[in-house]
């Protein structure tokens, strides 16, 4: 599709970006009757959504209920609040309610109106508090059931698909093999047959049923057109992007942005987290750095920004070469909750609990300067039984990627770490990690650490294991971001744009990623981001209507 396709000179709604916020915007826009169109940058749909492990977090959701699983919305709005009880004012519970209500709704919107049909992600509880108040040990996971790709035709092709989960298999065969962090006990000749038959899951596997209801409710895809401003123009706005045939330019009478997070902004990197480039990286498709802030600029929109710890970031490192075509080498890793490994800073010291990122994020970034670099070491014991990525146990490490030496001293100098203070780290830890215990930072003590990414051998604690068997082996980390951001642009009510003076500006809602993280506040919790853009996307279409029912204009939601 390009932007050479007739369509409208005016249309109702331009939708910016085609990925979970803007896909769920595009589809529940076409059942309203608006004429829309959606614009995107990349060469494919699907943004940060085509890549993600599809945990979409729904408290008190419809899934659920069918099958018997009791959970209600105020529990879900205490976990919330525990999740972001380190900075409560963060959090504005207007947004919370309406963020969990709208997620079940929308979420029960999508079954109903035939885009998708989902699953349970099975036996999961909340990732990363299980046992915070207002906890739901199961069925808050909603994920996308496995979907025939060769539905989408030709348009397939257009669609991104994941690099970093085992597409075409469910959470229950993955969580069978031992989960993300036993990747080397994944079946992958069963992987390759199900991607043979286009069987899609994981994050491709919601923006594709997404995808083609978007196809077959007529809304036109302009892909590689980036939107570079949207500005007032009399009774309308003007989009105007970048495409490969130059600048074009369409007339709307709404816009909702849902451009994503800043990853791939090295400047809003360092602004909004103080991650430099040298330090940090991301998995998700190079079309996805930040655009919001300043195509809204000129409407005055501005940025909220939380404490870069709040980012949820994960441990990883960057190969110097790619595997596959697009690869940018950046790899999130989950080795180090398993046992025998420490997180190290510059001097050689511990400072978290090493096997939960979200401490291990804040370990690093909540002291000013950032903690900058640290450094993952681990023993032999690891190296035979877990490997690192796509190295089997016991093989070869990617070149140039990971030291490895006889003692620790020696180790430590590879690094550039005093090694004796390294050591003398690795001693104190191992003094209690013979018995699986971690006295002085608790490394194992999440509940969902120990069950979904330590090794259910390692006993008494899947995570701890002491690092006493040469060689020893260590890596400087980097902390890569996931299309998920503690910071963004400001909005109100169902996504509303506000201006710096908190005034909104009418025709214009933010979704997903692009806006600011009011609802969850620093909290975080897997599948946040992608039930955030789901709901606000059809939150935001369903405030468009209303505002246009009342004005005498339009329109009811109507499913077709
Ligand atoms: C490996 C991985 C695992 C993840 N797992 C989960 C998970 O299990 N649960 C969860 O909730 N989240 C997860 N996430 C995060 C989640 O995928 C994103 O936060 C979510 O997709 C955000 O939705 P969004 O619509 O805001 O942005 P995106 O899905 O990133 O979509 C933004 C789209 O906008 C386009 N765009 C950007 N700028 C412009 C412009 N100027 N003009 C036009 N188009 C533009 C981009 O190309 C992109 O297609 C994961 C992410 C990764 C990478």
Redesign the pocket.
Known sequence: MTSSEPGPEVVDLVV???????LATAVTAADAGLTTVL????EK?????A???????VGANHVGRERGIEDSLEDALAYVRWAARQDLASLDEDRTREWLSGAAEAAEYFERTGVITWDLVPDYPDYYYPDAPGAAVTGRYLTSSPYDGRLLGDDLDLLLV?P?FPVGITYGEMFAWGGMSSRTEWDLDLVARRRAQHVLTF?TGIVAPFFRAVLERGVPVLLQ????SVARQGDLLAVT?TTPAGTWTVLARDVVV????HDWSEELMVELTGITPENGGT???P???G?ARD?LAGLGATIATLPAWAAPVLPGYRLSEPSFPGDTGYR?CFEHCLPHTVIVDAEGRRFADDSFHPAIVRGVLATDPPRFPVFLVWDSQHHAKYGLGATPPGGDYPEGLVCRADSLEELGQLLGIDGGTLRGTVEGYNAGAAEGEDPELGRGSNLSVRRFRGDGNQRPNPCVGPLDRPPFFGMRLRLLS???AASGVVAGRAGRLLDRDGAEVPGVHV????SARAAAGVGYN??????R?MAYGYLAVRDICSRRTESGILTTMTPR
Do not use: F
């Open positions: 910016v970006g085609a990925g979970m916020g803007g614009l995107e940058a990349g749909v699907g943004g940060a959504a890549y993600s492990g599809v945990q979409v977090w994941s970093h994050g057109h980036r939107v570079a992007a849902a451009t994503g997070a998995v998700v498709p079309s996805v750095r655009d195509l999130a996931t299309g998920i979704v997903g990623e692009a897997s599948g946040y981001s992608l039930s853009a």
